[in-house]
């Protein structure tokens, strides 16, 4: 989940002294005043404007560094993703290591869900396309079937983590809970259910 | 799955005999001409010129019929489901009723599969979209909830459908069996393992 290289924000020789001043601004200061915004009043009511006069710089600023409201939305997912994804490396047990496989693979249905669901307006404002969002989804499914084969589970392992993927799909999701009103906790038992016949099946 | 509706070709009084020639020649004359051109040819290497000489029309006709390569495309995808789905609802088993649930599960993943693989390349010429396939998924979702209920399976049975769809979503499919080379014949073997655990876990 590599962010998208910053774009260069003047040429040398091109710099006039406030420039330069925007241009020392930290990148995580302003994705750090975007994320707040976001968090106080949700994706769609977070504007360019109101991202840079939090943070303090002029919108240019912003337009410059992600090109766009879009590539700004997109750089707060995979701020987002990546720390999830650190935490499932190396954060703490149930979702990180050190807890028995079948206990991971349980907090890491609660755990998909939610940051799902958390994501769902951001990856709309961010335009994500299906390729975009597959690195996201190769690391969800790398870590499924690491967790399978610690199991011990026989047969097409990478088939069945696609089976066990496919329920905390984050369209599937947000049409059931978001939109259906389905509560979260049901889909949840579903899945952990789930789980159970796929892994005690052999 | 209902098909676009024909462009009306011309409105009353423009019509000069050429063209009231080709207005009453047959949509499905039509689509068997592009169905025969793409069995024979393969979907990337049919265009309306060739389609239009196959059906014995000018080029005009089969824009004004189906409104871009997309649309016939499209129309032909629509008319493949439509066939495969009737097949489903009433042609013989154990593709369609009167086999045991069990025997249709495993009939319908194969169909499934196969259906799937040869609409692949329709499906992106059709420029076929989230929205649209979702008709198409809906169906199978509904056959599958539908089985798993006569199989006696309790729990969350649209999740456990949804699991069981996923490894044979066109998208998967396709880079597995297409563009990875993966023998079919394994995958369907993953898939009738995927079945048992969910239908034999209770």
Known sequence: MSEPTPLR?????????PERADAARNRDALLGAA???VDERGVGAVTMEAVAARAGVGKGTLFRRFGSREGLMAALLDRSEAQWQADVISGPPPLGPGAPA??????F???????DL???D??????ATRQRSYAAYAFTAMHVRLLLTELGV???VPLLATA???????FVLDQQVRREGLPLERVLAGWDDLVRRVVEGG
């Open 35 to 37: 994320r707040a915004l």
């Open 109 to 115: 249905g609660r755990s998909r869900a939610a940051t």
């Open 102 to 107: 079948r206990e991971r693979l349980h907090a």
């Open 118 to 120: 958390a994501h769902a």
């Open 154 to 156: 026989t047969g097409d």
């Open 164 to 170: 066990l993927l496919a329920p905390l799909d984050p």
């Open 9 to 17: 924000l003047l040429g040398p020789g091109a710099s006039a002294p």
């Open 122 to 127: 951001l990856v709309r404002a961010a335009g």
